[in-house]
């Protein structure tokens, strides 16, 4: 989704509160250079820039950052035909899941075409032999897996295939926060899988890992995926019982309440899903917590849940805690 227009500047001001802006990526500089560079295709930065991180999440925003750059699948293609090393055919693999996300687009399944499932499929296979060469040819990379979840889930291949994709990005990286938001993902209602493995998953993922992880995330996301499939009235229901709340709140305590919890990587996400799951539950303070954390920033996800504008949703729901 495009970054999209903050409305709120007067408000923000008016009230003392932050201007709620949505905020495109987690403020790493080396984030702005790398896409600057993909725009005008230049490969030698965008080298330069992936080879100094670690191959694992530290690298992820970063790769998110080219394949989401329009054009790239032009550039890369003769650079794959004069090199043959792993990381450009990485970044080829992690472009065309964008680029076949881009043709399916964000409409249900019955409002896209025939033409346009077809080029995306036709785009995340290509995806898939670029992906499946980078994990031959660099056997302990976390990133061609976490490529190949996207894939999977876009290709339907099946729950076990799909696990075994996830089980093989987390050897690699245990606490890989994209790798188990894809399993999260691949274990919903809405793909197949139920409220129940969905709720599982996100427990067992987020209290196996050390405290003040970011996977405390996932038990929000589970909470705010089923309000999600319910009607008006039960949804609103669902949030505020008991169970739910407290579920929220443990979760919280185990992650960005932790004193072990570093603001780094997608923390900032993870405030805004707390503070959107705590404010549909009626949690003020708690939600007011996070809301305070973010400092008016916003991401994208969750909150078009909500609404086109996550802004505005962002708003909507920091108006209802008194803040």
């Not at 472009?95 to 346009?116: F, K, L, M, N, P």
Request: a negative charge.
């Amino acid at each position: 989704m495009a970054l999209l227009r903050d409305l709120g500047l007067t408000l923000g001001r008016w009230t003392g509160r932050p201007a709620a802006k949505v905020q495109q990526d987690s403020g790493d500089p080396d984030v702005a250079r790398v896409r600057q560079a993909a725009g005008t295709g230049d490969w030698g930065t965008v080298r330069t820039v992936l080879e100094a991180r670690a191959e694992s999440e530290d690298r992820t925003e970063l790769l998110w950052a080219v394949g989401d750059t329009a054009g790239v699948e032009r550039w890369i293609a003769p650079i794959l035909e004069a090199e043959t090393d792993a990381l450009p055919r990485l970044v080829a693999g992690i472009r065309h899941i964008s680029w076949g996300w881009e043709a399916r687009t964000g409409a249900y399944a019955q409002d896209v075409s025939q033409e346009q499932f077809e080029v995306f499929h036709t785009r995340l296979r290509t995806a898939e032999r670029w992906l499946y060469e980078v994990a031959e040819r660099e056997p302990g990379w976390t990133s061609p897996w976490y490529g190949l979840q996207m894939t999977g889930r876009g290709l339907q291949v099946g729950q076990s295939t799909a696990r075994r994709r996830f089980e093989a990005t987390v050897r690699r990286d245990p606490h890989h926060l994209g790798a188990h938001q894809q399993q999260l993902q691949q274990v919903c209602e809405k793909w197949s899988g139920s409220h129940e493995e969905m709720h599982s998953f996100a427990r067992t993922a987020a209290f196996g890992a050390p405290a003040g992880t970011l996977l405390g995330q996932l038990v929000a996301i589970a909470h705010i995926e089923q309000w999600l499939s319910l009607d008006a009235g039960a949804d609103a229901a669902y949030m505020g019982r008991p169970e739910v709340t407290a579920s929220l709140r443990e979760a919280a305590d185990h992650s960005y309440r932790h004193p072990d919890f570093v603001r780094r990587g997608g923390w900032l996400q993870v405030c805004n899903t707390f503070a959107m799951a705590f404010s549909l539950a009626g949690e003020r303070d708690a939600a007011r917590e996070c809301f305070e954390a973010t400092e008016g920033r916003v991401t994208e996800f969750p909150w078009y849940y909500i609404d086109a504008d996550p802004a505005a949703a962002y708003r909507g729901q920091r108006s209802s805690t008194g803040r």
